[in-house]
């Protein structure tokens, strides 16, 4: 098991119960694949650097989590068919910062 980051960018338009159900699609794919969830931190609306989708604004979600590396593809595949979801990131965050 390794850890991951994962950054979520919603579209602002979105209530935060819709952002909510979102996550919780995500989660029980990580779950399902005996992934765990460590800390999600939601930011909120934020204006973006640049438009993205000819939206001014994003709904930041971070998700921490750590699970197998075969878990990343279909988070990868179903993050970019999600119109929701305006930009994603999964990175491995540097241990030895951390630490």
Known sequence: MKNYEMVLIFSASLEEGAVTEELAKI???????????????????????????????????ILYFSSDTTVLPELDRLNKINDKILRHLIVKPNEKESK
Not at 33 to 61: C, M
């Open 27 to 61: 989660t029980a794919i990580i779950e399902k694949s005996k992934g765990t969830i460590t800390k999600t931190d939601i930011w909120g609306v934020k204006r973006l650097a640049y438009p993205i989708k000819h939206q001014e604004n994003g709904f930041y979600v």
